[in-house]
């Protein structure tokens, strides 16, 4: 999860906690405002206490850590905890945390929706490929399914899986969905099921380029134009 608030990053541990110095930075630096002043309340100690021993978090989370060096250093707290922080520090600043939040949380599940429908959608296109190619009686081989995976990327992300993961500097191992934005996912998702469709027709490999590269253009490359404007804005 990705959270930019009022211009700055929000750190996350690899537990998924949050960085309250980063908080208080989105909220202006104010001294008097700091984690610290905060964390001695008597209220914010008691609802440490209450989150902890409550079933609110997950399975040996913690409520609160701190992490004294390297570049991730601060204290980290769950979300729970931004939000009475930010409560804190005053209500235009707590409404806006929730709304941030909120408007990430929802745009990570509709990621993963799509990316779920994607995989869904890929085994379609790998069975006809199959089918069209039993029914010539020819071999099936690892790279006919290789070969329609990144003609998909190409035309979608304008390179293959593999130099994605290099450009991204993603592991070799993992899955280039869990990097791609809502828009990106849905353009693969289309472009799988027209090639699902163009393959059960018959059509060679450069007829179907030509219609996924129009299917693109047609469909996709502004909102895809338009994503990225967003995203960089």
């Avoid at 906690?17 to 104010?30: W, Y």
């Avoid at 850590?65 to 905890?81: A, H, S």
């Avoid at 520090?89 to 599940?109: G, S």
């Amino acid at each position: 999860m990705n959270i930019t608030i009022l211009n700055t990053a929000i750190k996350q541990d690899k537990k998924g906690l949050f960085c309250i110095n980063d908080i208080h930075k989105a909220s202006g630096n104010d001294k008097s405002k700091q984690p610290s002043n905060w964390l001695r309340l008597d209220s914010t100690q008691e609802l440490i206490q209450e989150l902890e021993d409550s079933s609110y978090l997950r399975s040996g989370q913690k409520a609160i850590e701190v992490i004294n060096g390297g570049n991730y250093r601060g204290t980290y707290v769950c979300k729970e905890l931004v939000y009475a922080y930010a409560m804190w520090i005053n209500a235009k600043f707590h409404l806006h945390v929730i709304r941030t939040f909120d408007k990430v949380i929802q745009q990570d599940y509709q990621r993963q929706r799509l990316r779920e429908l994607a995989k869904v959608e890929y085994k379609p296109m790998t069975d006809a490929i199959k089918l069209e190619r039993e029914n010539q009686g020819k071999d099936i081989k690892p790279h006919h399914f290789s070969n329609e995976a990144d003609l998909i990327n190409r035309i979608a992300l304008g390179m293959t899986s593999a130099k994605f993961k290099v450009h991204h500097d993603i592991n070799k191992n993992e899955s280039i969905r869990d990097y791609l934005t809502p828009c990106q996912i849905k353009c693969i998702t289309d472009l799988q099921r027209a090639n699902t469709t163009f393959i059960q027709l018959g059509m060679e490999f450069e007829e179907r380029k030509l219609k996924l590269m129009e299917l693109f253009k047609r469909n996709h490359i502004v909102s895809l134009f338009d994503e990225q404007q967003s995203i960089a804005a």
